[in-house]
């Protein structure tokens, strides 16, 4: 059984950082698999922010890049989502996704084709 864990929302005022987390239990640590994050905002549909491929690869989408930074600690099954320099358009629920494929850049883009998610962590950024 895969399961996927977040933590680390809250609210923040522009400018601010937060880190979320996520606990991977589950065989969505094991290679093949891509980590990523996703946000969705009221209205909005889902969107990919940024993922790690089992490579080590990483893809972030455009509107974060330089911003946030996505990494993972192996000896802990934890993946993490550094966010810097927060504006009101961060506003989001997150969640911490798996999914098996290579091409994380590509599932970034397509969402539904995720395999596993959280339960979503709330960032507010006013």
């Known amino acids: 059984e895969v399961q996927l864990v977040e933590s680390g929302g809250g609210s923040v005022q522009a400018g601010g950082s937060l880190r979320l987390s996520c606990v991977v239990s589950g065989y969505a640590y094991s290679d093949g698999y891509c980590l990523g994050w996703f946000r969705q905002a009221p209205g909005k549909e889902r969107e990919g922010v940024g993922a790690?491929?089992?490579?080590?690869?990483?893809f972030y989408a455009d509107s974060v890049k330089g911003r946030f930074l996505i990494s993972k600690d192996n000896a802990k099954n934890t993946l993490f989502l550094q966010m810097n320099s927060l504006k009101p358009e961060d506003t989001a629920m997150y969640y911490c996704a798996a999914e098996y494929t290579d091409f994380g850049g590509w599932w970034l883009v397509h969402p539904r084709a995720t395999d596993y998610w959280g339960q979503g962590t709330q960032v507010t950024v006013s």
């Open positions: 790690i491929g089992s490579d080590g690869r990483i």
